[in-house]
C-alpha cells in the first residue's frame, strides 16, 4: 500500500509570508504527484502538479519543488493570503491500467492571519 | 456541465439502516472513485470503477458496496450502517489512466 506522509498537520501564516508543506512517499515508479486544495464545506480541487522529470513547477503564487532521489515534494505558496486559507492534501499515484488510484496524505489546515 | 454531482448534500441514518449515495459527472470520463474523509485521515479510498462495467476495492471497502450504472453514474450502498461510516463522502471522476481527479462536493453522513 501505497503510503504518503504528510506535515505539518496546521499551519498558521502570516499575510504575505511563505507557506511550505511536505510530504514523503515510498518507492514508486509514476508520474504524477497533485496537490489539491479543500475549502469547507467543499470537495477538494486540483491545485497543481509535477511530474518527476523536473525538479520545480510554479503557477502564480504556487510552486512545487519535487526530490526524487529523497522521494519528497514540497508545496510553497508565496505571498500568502487569507483566501488561500485551506486544507491542502498531497497525493501520489498507483496505477492500474486504466484507473489511477491516489493515495493521499492527512492533510494540512492552512490559516493565513492578517 | 455540471461536473461531479452527488446527492444527496446531507444524510442521518440509525444503525442498521440502509442508504446508496449517488454519483454522476458529466465530463465524459471512464474512471470513478468513492472516497471518505475523515478528521486526520485524509481520503481513503472505498471503491473505484476503472471504466463502465468494472469495479475494484479500494483501501477501506467492507462494509460498503458499488455499482456502475453506466459511464456517468456510480452509486455506493451501505446495507447496515454503523456509527463508524460516519463520514464525509466524496466521488471523483477521471479520464483513462489520469491522475487528474475531479471530485463532488461530497455528503456528510452521521449515523446514530
Known amino acids: 500500500q501505497q503510503q504518503v506522509k504528510q506535515s505539518p498537520q496546521s499551519l498558521i501564516v502570516q499575510k504575505g509570508g511563505i507557506s511550505i508543506i511536505n510530504c514523503a512517499y515510498e518507492?514508486?515508479?509514476?508520474?504524477?504527484f497533485p496537490w489539491y486544495q479543500q475549502f469547507p464545506g467543499k470537495g477538494p480541487a486540483l491545485l497543481i502538479a509535477?511530474?518527476?522529470?523536473?525538479s520545480e513547477k510554479k503557477e502564480g503564487r504556487f510552486t512545487i519543488s519535487f526530490n526524487k532521489s529523497a522521494k519528497q515534494f514540497s508545496l510553497h505558496i508565496m505571498d500568502s493570503q487569507p483566501g488561500d486559507s485551506a486544507t491542502y492534501f498531497c497525493?501520489?499515484?498507483?496505477?492500474?491500467?486504466?484507473?489511477?488510484?491516489?493515495?493521499f496524505g492527512t492533510g494540512t489546515r492552512l490559516q493565513v492571519t492578517l | 456541465n455540471a461536473g461531479v454531482t452527488q446527492t444527496p448534500k446531507f444524510q442521518v441514518l440509525k444503525t442498521g439502516q440502509s442508504m446508496t449515495l449517488q454519483c454522476a459527472q458529466d465530463?465524459?470520463?471512464?474512471?470513478m472513485y468513492w472516497y471518505r474523509q475523515d478528521p486526520g485521515m485524509g481520503l481513503r479510498l472505498i471503491y473505484y470503477?476503472?471504466?463502465?462495467?468494472?469495479?475494484d476495492k479500494g483501501e477501506v471497502p467492507n462494509g460498503y458496496n458499488v455499482s456502475r450504472l453506466n459511464k456517468r453514474e456510480f452509486s455506493l450502498r451501505l446495507e447496515s450502517a454503523a456509527p463508524s461510516q460516519t463520514s464525509v463522502y466524496f466521488c471523483?471522476?477521471?479520464?483513462?489512466?489520469?491522475?487528474?481527479?475531479?471530485f463532488g462536493p461530497g455528503t456528510r453522513l452521521t449515523v446514530t
Open positions: 465530463m465524459n470520463h471512464n474512471s
Open positions: 471523483a471522476s477521471s479520464e483513462v489512466g489520469s491522475s487528474e481527479q475531479y
Open positions: 497525493a501520489a499515484p498507483t496505477n492500474t491500467g486504466t484507473a489511477s488510484k491516489l493515495t
Open positions: 509535477i511530474r518527476p522529470d523536473v
Open positions: 470503477s476503472a471504466s463502465e462495467g468494472t469495479t
Open positions: 518507492n514508486t515508479a509514476f508520474d504524477y
